[in-house]
């Protein structure tokens, strides 16, 4: 646990709270932890986790190495306004808010025609609330090494991370992992709706369906094998679970992903350019 290092949520929603649970006593002291949120009653929860916490940015901010932007990305510039006054040369910014494109954040950070560099933009998923999320992380070239190290230690703790190139490949993590989890809900929902139309009670279905889909996912994980690999390995000629692969084949299930997914990086980079006007 590093004793020295100081961070501050700007923002203090269920995201900067599942990463200040991972981070809280293992990473740092939960007082090393300063938030910002507006609500009085999310002000006293933090406190009783041991964290300072404001309804404002204030100059407690400036004894912080790291902010993290945590905020609703239509309220993000508004919280970057009444931030920046606080920040140092060394702050290590880090932004979970979705839509908002790096360069666009660093720019409202900075001075005219200096861009705040010193900034990591990161997408996480709803999982990271139990601990099991992912996360795709970008760096802006000012980030050191020791700036992307940190900022993945900090992330790593609310699950796994994933660095990519840039903006444009968020918006692809946006798409698959960022909203994945719904897709992943949805599958679940028709699993349980298809079991209960095949004889099984809603909670054993329901039970069934979430076992299978942990248990799967669970073996993916641990196998060297692609899962296309391990789909054969599950499929007998002529047994039940090719006669349900056919369906889905016949549906077009594996283009439907993908032209979902497209559809979601696409919104994801207009969602950009709505909030960077």
């Given at each position: 646990?590093?004793?020295d290092?100081t961070?501050?949520?700007?923002?203090g929603?269920?995201?900067?709270?599942?990463?200040?649970s991972g981070?809280?006593?293992k990473?740092?002291p939960?007082?090393n932890?300063h938030?910002?949120d507006?609500?009085?009653?999310?002000q006293?929860a933090?406190?009783?986790r041991?964290?300072?916490?404001?309804?404002a940015?204030?100059?407690?901010?400036?004894?912080?190495?790291?902010?993290?932007?945590a905020?609703k990305p239509?309220?993000?510039?508004?919280?970057?306004?009444?931030?920046?006054?606080?920040?140092?040369p060394d702050?290590l910014?880090?932004?979970?808010a979705?839509?908002?494109?790096?360069d666009?954040?660093?720019?409202?950070l900075?001075?005219?025609?200096?861009?705040?560099?010193?900034?990591?933009?990161?997408?996480?998923?709803?999982?990271?609330?139990?601990?099991?999320?992912?996360?795709?992380?970008?760096?802006l070239?000012?980030?050191?090494?020791a700036?992307?190290?940190l900022?993945?230690?900090?992330?790593?703790?609310?699950?796994?991370v994933?660095w990519?190139?840039?903006?444009?490949?968020?918006?692809a993590?946006?798409?698959?992992?960022g909203?994945?989890p719904?897709?992943?809900f949805?599958?679940?929902e028709?699993l349980?709706t298809?079991g209960?139309?095949?004889?099984?009670s809603?909670?054993?279905?329901?039970?069934?369906?979430?076992?299978?889909l942990?248990?799967?996912?669970?073996?993916?994980a641990?196998?060297d094998?692609?899962?296309?690999?391990l789909r054969?390995?599950?499929?007998?000629?002529g047994g039940t679970?090719?006669?349900?692969?056919?369906?889905?084949?016949?549906?077009?299930?594996p283009?439907i992903?993908?032209?979902?997914?497209?559809a979601?990086a696409q919104?994801?980079?207009?969602?950009?350019?709505e909030?960077?006007k």
């Amino acid at each position: 646990m590093d004793q020295d290092l100081t961070i501050a949520f700007i923002g203090g929603g269920n995201m900067a709270t599942a990463l200040a649970s991972g981070l809280a006593g293992k990473t740092c002291p939960a007082a090393n932890l300063h938030v910002v949120d507006p609500t009085a009653a999310a002000q006293e929860a933090w406190r009783g986790r041991g964290a300072s916490a404001a309804a404002a940015p204030d100059a407690a901010l400036q004894a912080c190495r790291v902010w993290i932007y945590a905020v609703k990305p239509q309220q993000l510039r508004e919280a970057v306004a009444a931030s920046r006054a606080w920040l140092r040369p060394d702050t290590l910014v880090i932004s979970v808010a979705a839509g908002i494109r790096a360069d666009t954040l660093a720019g409202w950070l900075g001075e005219p025609g200096k861009p705040w560099q010193n900034l990591v933009r990161c997408m996480p998923n709803t999982p990271a609330l139990v601990g099991a999320g992912v996360t795709g992380l970008a760096a802006l070239p000012g980030v050191d090494q020791a700036g992307r190290e940190l900022a993945e230690r900090l992330l790593s703790s609310v699950g796994q991370v994933v660095w990519v190139a840039d903006d444009a490949a968020l918006d692809a993590v946006t798409a698959l992992s960022g909203s994945g989890p719904a897709y992943v809900f949805l599958f679940l929902e028709s699993l349980v709706t298809g079991g209960v139309a095949a004889g099984l009670s809603p909670d054993q279905a329901h039970q069934l369906a979430l076992g299978t889909l942990a248990g799967a996912t669970r073996l993916a994980a641990q196998s060297d094998e692609p899962p296309a690999v391990l789909r054969e390995r599950v499929t007998s000629k002529g047994g039940t679970t090719a006669a349900a692969l056919q369906v889905f084949q016949q549906a077009g299930l594996p283009a439907i992903v993908q032209q979902a997914i497209e559809a979601a990086a696409q919104r994801s980079r207009e969602l950009a350019d709505e909030f960077g006007k």
